[in-house]
């Protein structure tokens, strides 16, 4: 037997593939949208994948689940919950999944959401491994609010909250404490709020040093989980609806994005000339290059580690956007991360950008040392983030996530500073401003310069 986990950094997913090898059989848990890196791994083990296991109908990727049944004829396994329209085995609790030398059985864990489930791994009869989803991640718990609006059941945050209380303790806190923990997310995810760096545990150090396994009182259990919650992106209860439907195949979806080349681009912007307020452009290219020039509409969110999230958190589903960036690589390459949340059918077409007319002027620091006041300085940080520290006593607080509806609340009486913890948020959002104020005011964008501030 074989476990390979295999992780996508951008989303901070972990996913799985449990290999037999006496029977050359492998059955995948929580499968990334591109289904290639399980496909070559299939491959090096001359193994074929004939099961996927949906811990839960995920808000933050769409999963290659559909894609391994129709091209692979794989089994797809969730809880009944989840009510998907696609076919489907239900794995509810009690219920076991044999292969080779190894039987999988699933724990009913509602908590993150209705429809949770854990799986544990028994290997030649004993039990090795409990795989758990966005139930139970290394330091903290699945956060118990992204169902409230979404979902085949949907359920408030302080019951699901109550369900997780439970599911900890009578689930998987009664596992062997040798059992290696496996999850879906590391640091760095929007689906819990103080995730460890490390990938892996055991149901022993997690009872020894993980918060929500060693607060006895649920109701300071249930205040202490809703509290202080990261913000929910735009794309979350969308991505929970792809995956209960499944999502089209993955190769096939990133073929059908026009790419333009300078003339079609030119006839596209010149058509939208007339109609700006419906022109965005993502321009992923870095901000250094972007505020040297740039077309109409376009809002630098920067390829980096955080693209899909900011995507998805700037865009609405199901609003049309042009994707642009600085060479043919990044621009395939941005396409297939756009896939990974689903975003990849909003796209209008993709461009390598060489610029444009409008541009943004560098900041005065000086100045702004000097004379603070001389600005309205807005903070696009998250909340908690203003809370823990404040950098200018005056500035205006409103969350990048929120930005677009709500620049209305910024004043152009003054010129407009944007500044968030370390320069990537505050170029989207300096960019974002420039859209919606026009030439009423000038906009800059502090950037890493933050730094000489804090």
């Given at each position: 037997m074989k476990i390979q986990q295999f992780e996508d950094k951008h989303l901070s997913h972990y996913s799985y593939a449990i290999l037999s090898e006496c029977?050359?059989?492998?059955?995948?848990?929580?499968?990334?949208?591109?289904?290639?890196?399980?496909?070559?791994?299939?491959a090096e083990n001359k193994a074929d994948i004939i099961a996927v296991i949906e811990t839960h109908p995920h808000a933050d990727f769409v999963s290659s689940h559909l894609e391994f049944y129709q091209r692979h004829n794989a089994e797809i396994y969730a809880h009944s919950l989840t009510g998907a329209s696609y076919p489907y085995e239900h794995f509810?609790?009690?219920?076991?999944?044999?292969?080779?030398?190894?039987?999988?059985?699933?724990?009913?864990?509602?908590?993150h959401s209705p429809d949770s489930i854990c799986i544990v791994l028994h290997h030649d009869g004993q039990e090795k491994a409990v795989f758990t989803g966005d139930t139970?991640?290394?330091?903290?718990c699945g956060r118990p609010d992204l169902r409230e609006d979404t979902g085949n059941h949907k359920a408030k945050r302080e019951e699901l909250a109550g369900q997780l209380f439970h599911s900890l303790r009578e689930k998987l806190m009664?596992?062997?404490d040798h059992l290696t923990v496996y999850p879906a997310h590391g640091a760095g995810t929007l689906?819990?709020?103080?995730?460890?760096?490390?990938?892996?545990?055991?149901?022993?150090?997690?009872?020894?040093?993980n918060w929500s396994l060693n607060e006895p009182d649920k109701a300071a259990f249930i205040q202490t989980l809703i509290t202080d919650q990261?913000?929910?992106?735009?794309?979350?209860?969308?991505d929970v609806e792809v995956n209960r439907s499944g999502?089209?195949?993955?190769?096939?979806?990133?073929?059908?994005?026009?790419?333009?080349?300078?003339?079609?681009?030119?006839?596209?912007?010149?058509?939208?000339?007339?109609?700006e307020?419906?022109?965005?452009?993502?321009?992923?290219?870095?901000?250094?290059?972007?505020?040297?020039?740039?077309l109409p509409g376009s809002v630098n969110i920067q390829e980096g580690n955080k693209f899909e999230t900011w995507l998805g958190s700037i865009v609405a589903p199901g609003e049309k956007y042009y994707l642009a960036a600085p060479d043919d690589e990044q621009l395939l390459a941005l396409i297939s991360r756009t896939a990974s949340i689903g975003y990849e059918p909003f796209i209008i077409a993709a461009f390598v950008s060489k610029g444009g007319a409008h541009t943004m002027d560098a900041p005065d620091l000086a100045l702004l040392k000097s004379n603070p006041e001389y600005f309205t300085i807005i903070d696009v940080r998250n909340t908690s983030e203003v809370k823990a520290q404040s950098i200018f006593a005056h500035a205006i607080h409103i969350p990048l996530a929120e930005l677009r509806e709500r620049t209305a609340e910024i004043p152009t009486n003054k010129p407009v500073m944007v500044h968030c913890a370390g320069g990537y948020r505050s170029a989207a959002g300096s960019s974002i401003i420039y859209i919606a104020v026009g030439d009423q005011t000038k906009v800059y964008d502090l950037g890493e310069a933050v730094a000489q501030f804090k």
């Amino acid at each position: 037997m074989k476990i390979q986990q295999f992780e996508d950094k951008h989303l901070s997913h972990y996913s799985y593939a449990i290999l037999s090898e006496c029977e050359n059989q492998i059955i995948l848990i929580d499968p990334s949208r591109n289904p290639e890196i399980y496909e070559a791994y299939a491959a090096e083990n001359k193994a074929d994948i004939i099961a996927v296991i949906e811990t839960h109908p995920h808000a933050d990727f769409v999963s290659s689940h559909l894609e391994f049944y129709q091209r692979h004829n794989a089994e797809i396994y969730a809880h009944s919950l989840t009510g998907a329209s696609y076919p489907y085995e239900h794995f509810d609790e009690g219920a076991t999944l044999n292969f080779g030398k190894i039987t999988l059985s699933s724990l009913h864990t509602p908590g993150h959401s209705p429809d949770s489930i854990c799986i544990v791994l028994h290997h030649d009869g004993q039990e090795k491994a409990v795989f758990t989803g966005d139930t139970l991640f290394i330091g903290d718990c699945g956060r118990p609010d992204l169902r409230e609006d979404t979902g085949n059941h949907k359920a408030k945050r302080e019951e699901l909250a109550g369900q997780l209380f439970h599911s900890l303790r009578e689930k998987l806190m009664r596992l062997p404490d040798h059992l290696t923990v496996y999850p879906a997310h590391g640091a760095g995810t929007l689906c819990g709020k103080g995730l460890s760096s490390a990938n892996s545990s055991t149901i022993g150090a997690e009872k020894a040093g993980n918060w929500s396994l060693n607060e006895p009182d649920k109701a300071a259990f249930i205040q202490t989980l809703i509290t202080d919650q990261p913000f929910i992106p735009k794309y979350f209860s969308y991505d929970v609806e792809v995956n209960r439907s499944g999502a089209p195949a993955f190769e096939e979806a990133i073929k059908r994005v026009p790419i333009l080349d300078q003339q079609d681009l030119d006839s596209r912007i010149a058509s939208h000339s007339a109609h700006e307020d419906d022109l965005i452009i993502i321009d992923a290219r870095p901000e250094a290059e972007f505020k040297k020039g740039f077309l109409p509409g376009s809002v630098n969110i920067q390829e980096g580690n955080k693209f899909e999230t900011w995507l998805g958190s700037i865009v609405a589903p199901g609003e049309k956007y042009y994707l642009a960036a600085p060479d043919d690589e990044q621009l395939l390459a941005l396409i297939s991360r756009t896939a990974s949340i689903g975003y990849e059918p909003f796209i209008i077409a993709a461009f390598v950008s060489k610029g444009g007319a409008h541009t943004m002027d560098a900041p005065d620091l000086a100045l702004l040392k000097s004379n603070p006041e001389y600005f309205t300085i807005i903070d696009v940080r998250n909340t908690s983030e203003v809370k823990a520290q404040s950098i200018f006593a005056h500035a205006i607080h409103i969350p990048l996530a929120e930005l677009r509806e709500r620049t209305a609340e910024i004043p152009t009486n003054k010129p407009v500073m944007v500044h968030c913890a370390g320069g990537y948020r505050s170029a989207a959002g300096s960019s974002i401003i420039y859209i919606a104020v026009g030439d009423q005011t000038k906009v800059y964008d502090l950037g890493e310069a933050v730094a000489q501030f804090k």
